[in-house]
Structure formats: structure tokens, C-alpha cells
């Protein structure tokens, strides 16, 4: 675990961050920091990639790794900053803003995948960061489970387009539904199957 080495050399308030949301083409992308009290807890021992968890496994570890932090922030970002940014850039400037918005500043930041440039904090890109930081694990149940809620409170609000059951990624029930019934609001128009569909008017 990348933590055990920070913490040897005396760097305790190690902060994680992971996102939610960059393949789907509807709703936003959140981002979530969060700084583990101790990241060897046993309170901790389930939480892993939240791609490898389960939805209700992903709940009940939601709140053991809220229970479990010294800090934690999850930001939102917009479908229209998306659309008027790109998503890599709005995926940084979203890991920027979370660690920014922690209430107790790290030594240090663990990302997965790709570096924060500009962050005065040291930090890591670490490949797989979701796998093998527990840091990152945990900002990933976070990120994943503040946005399904998002996309399930959506599905109430556009009823019929499955939103609750694929969270806005893109399947074949999703695009019927896009073609039958409009894009709506929360679609992004930067994606290249909505954009698609809005030059050919389906």
C-alpha cells in the first residue's frame, strides 16, 4: 500500500482523490478528496475499488469511510462545464477543486491516474490509484456513490429514460430513449452520440 511508505517517512494526512462519471453521457462528473484518519483501520478493510463493490456494499461503505475521515470533500461538475471545457480538463480542474475544499490541508495528494498541475500540495498520479491506495478507494465509494444518488433523483425527475438503472452511460435503452423522447438538459452535448443525434434531428 502506497500509504505505508508515506506514513515511514512521517507523512500522515495523506489524501486521496478519484471521480465518478467521465463515460457517461448524461449528468455531471463528481470528484471526491478525502483524508483517512488511519488508513490501516480495520473499520476500512472491506473498502476497495468502488467498481469491484456492489451498490449496497458501496452504501454501507459511504458512510464507514465518512465515519473514518479526517477530512473528505466531494465537488460536482456541471454537464454545461463539461460541454464548454472538455471532460479532461473539467477532471482536473474537479480533483483541484476537492482537494482544494478539504477543511484540513494534506502533506500530501494521491490521484488516480493523472497529476493535479498546479497544486502547491506534493502529489502522485498513481496507475490504478483505485486499486491500490486506499486513500483512492475510499474517494471513489464517495464519488460514486453521491453521483448514482444524483442519477437515481434525476430518473425522477425525466421518468422513462433509465437514468436510475445505467446512471447516463450510454446503452441501447438509453440511446432508444434519447431518439424517442429528445436530449434533455442533462445530456452532454460535447459527446459524440448526442451530438449525433441532435445533427440528424432523431
Same mark, same amino acid.
Given at each position: ?36 484518519? *488511519? ?51 473539467? *477532471? ?111
Amino acid at each position: 500500500m502506497i500509504e505505508q511508505s508515506l506514513l515511514k517517512a512521517g507523512i500522515k494526512k495523506i489524501a486521496g482523490v478519484d471521480e465518478a462519471g467521465r463515460g457517461p453521457c448524461a449528468g455531471p462528473l463528481v470528484v471526491a478528496a478525502v483524508i483517512l484518519k *488511519n488508513p490501516f483501520s480495520t473499520d476500512l478493510k472491506e473498502v476497495r475499488d468502488s467498481k469491484e463493490l456492489t451498490a449496497d456494499q458501496r452504501e454501507l461503505l459511504y458512510e464507514v469511510v465518512i465515519s473514518n475521515s479526517l477530512s473528505y470533500s466531494i465537488i460536482e461538475i456541471s454537464v454545461e462545464e463539461i460541454d464548454l471545457l472538455g471532460l479532461h480538463k473539467c *477532471n482536473i480542474e474537479g480533483m483541484r477543486r476537492a482537494v482544494n475544499a478539504l477543511q484540513i490541508k494534506p502533506e500530501y495528494v494521491l490521484t488516480d491516474g493523472y497529476p493535479i498541475p498546479g497544486l502547491t500540495t506534493a502529489n502522485l498520479a498513481v496507475w490504478k490509484g483505485d486499486q491500490v491506495a486506499i486513500s483512492i478507494s475510499a474517494a471513489s465509494i464517495l464519488a460514486k456513490v453521491y453521483r448514482d444518488r444524483i442519477m437515481i433523483k434525476l430518473d425522477q425527475d425525466y421518468p422513462n429514460y433509465g437514468l436510475a438503472s445505467h446512471k447516463g452511460y450510454i446503452t441501447t435503452l438509453h440511446t432508444a430513449a434519447i431518439k424517442e423522447r429528445g436530449v434533455l438538459p442533462i445530456h452532454r452535448r460535447s459527446f459524440a452520440n448526442i451530438a449525433a443525434i441532435l445533427q440528424t434531428g432523431e
